[in-house]
């Protein structure tokens, strides 16, 4: 028989699956994929329960229900101060990651130069390479995942058609500065590229940084598309409705991809986010505050336990150096024999790297109940100082 795809064929099962069904098997704490431990706000739970029993049941608009996009809109004015028109520059998609796909098949042409910064999260290679893109990367490295500046900037070639750039960055849980998120901006407009820019973790960060969405600086506002996630905005990651902002030279081809990837979004998740966007400030400083304390809760948790902890600047995600404890085989041996033996699931960080020779790093999601984390974190102890 005819082969199917090479690359797809070639890919392993996504390591949060691989990961959630440990442990899932070994009924440990799952501290692996990314995901809060909460049934999320009542209030948009209910108004998507109401939708559903009210109806309409039928499709809705392709680019997505006008209330939805107009909150899209007015969240980027509220928060960034950018001027969006709904009806040119936001489209809705299912989730995040149909976004980046969408973004990746109509923008790239085959042989097209993509800078992606390393560790990244694990849908971006595949999908470049079978969009036809041609991937550079370029390193952050720990413990404080500074840019390589004269690297990256190495890495933009006349060839470059865009940067796909992730801030807050997940799995480093850096968050990018002001200049350094100038220093790409100039890359970008220096090489005439694009910039898809995740900002799924927009809303969490902690210690007082600013979210700084490349679209905001001089020169990037019809270069730049930026994604973000109710999944991550409302602790409901199964909710998969994401939003894109755009300009129109670039939303045009987009959307062009989005009405034959998934056409549209359930109805009802749509109104229900359209409500959450319109929330009061005060809920989006809760949602970071709650996770910075729970940040403080691990890092304290598992230095106690012996580990040496990564700064994290935002995210769910908080990483160690194996090492710390002793370690000294990879981190996938390591993930799954804590899983297994001490009763705690992480997820391995070469998972994050086209090539694994970065492999004693782990890291764990912190987005759960405070008794949940106390308890990882005492097993984790105990099992390393036993
Ligand atoms: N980008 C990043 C960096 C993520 O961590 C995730 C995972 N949640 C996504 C995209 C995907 O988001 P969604 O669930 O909305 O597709
Ligand atoms: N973004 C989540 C994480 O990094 C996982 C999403 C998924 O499983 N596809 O853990």
């Not at 199917?4 to 797809?8: D, H, L, P, V, W």
């Not at 062009?256 to 749509?270: D, E, G, I, S």
């Given at each position: 028989m005819k082969p199917?795809?090479?690359?797809?064929s070639n890919t392993g099962v996504t390591v949060f699956e691989t990961?959630?069904?440990?442990?899932?098997?070994?009924?440990?704490?799952?501290?692996g994929q990314g995901f809060p431990d909460e049934l999320g706000p009542e209030i948009l739970r209910r108004k998507a329960a109401e939708a559903v029993i009210e109806g309409p049941s039928q499709y809705p608009p392709m680019m997505g229900l006008p209330e939805l996009r107009q909150a899209v809109a007015d969240h980027n004015k509220r928060f960034y101060g950018l001027d969006v028109d709904w009806q040119t520059e936001t489209m809705v998609t299912s989730g995040a990651t149909e976004a980046i796909c969408d973004c990746l098949m109509a923008l790239i042409e085959p042989g097209d130069e993509v800078v992606l910064i390393e560790p990244l999260y694990d849908c971006y290679l595949p999908m470049v390479r079978r969009a036809g893109g041609i991937p550079k990367l370029v390193r952050v490295e720990p413990p404080n995942w500074d840019l390589p500046r004269q690297r990256l900037s190495d890495a933009f070639t006349e060839k470059t058609k865009l940067i796909l750039f992730n801030s807050p960055h997940n799995p480093a849980a850096k968050v990018y500065d002001r200049d350094e998120v100038q220093f790409i901006a100039d890359l970008v407009l220096k090489h005439d590229a694009y910039a898809i820019c995740d900002e799924v973790y927009e809303h969490i960060l902690f210690d007082g940084r600013k979210h700084i969405p490349l679209m905001m600086l001089d020169g990037m506002r019809d270069r730049c598309v930026?994604?973000?996630?109710?999944?991550?905005?409302?602790?409901?990651?199964?909710?998969?409705v994401g939003y894109v902002t755009a300009p129109p030279n670039l939303l045009t081809p987009i959307s062009?991809?989005?009405?034959?990837?998934?056409?549209?979004?359930?109805?009802?998740?749509?109104s229900?986010?359209?409500?959450?966007?319109?929330?009061?400030?005060?809920?989006?400083?809760?949602?970071?505050?709650?996770?910075?304390a729970k940040r403080d809760l691990i890092a304290n948790g598992l230095s106690d336990a012996g580990f040496a902890i990564m700064n994290?600047?935002?995210?769910?995600?908080?990483s160690v150096d194996i090492r710390s404890v002793?370690?000294?085989?990879?981190?996938?041996?390591?993930?799954?024999?804590?899983?297994?033996?001490?009763g705690v699931t992480a997820i391995p960080m070469s998972a994050f790297y086209q090539d694994a020779d970065i492999n004693h790093f782990a890291r764990f999601c912190f987005s759960k109940n405070d008794v949940v984390l106390t308890e990882a974190c005492e097993r984790l102890k105990r099992y390393f100082n036993s």
């Open positions: 199917a795809n090479s690359i797809f990961m959630s069904r440990l442990a899932m098997e070994c009924q440990s704490i799952n501290l930026r994604i973000g996630s109710a999944g991550k905005t409302f602790s409901m990651t199964a909710w998969k062009k991809a989005h009405q034959f990837v998934t056409f549209t979004t359930p109805r009802n998740l749509q229900a986010v359209a409500y959450g966007l319109q929330q009061d400030d005060a809920y989006f400083t809760a949602l970071a505050g709650d996770l910075e994290v600047g935002g995210t769910y995600f908080l002793g370690w000294d085989g990879d981190d996938v041996d390591f993930c799954e024999t804590i899983t297994r033996e001490a």
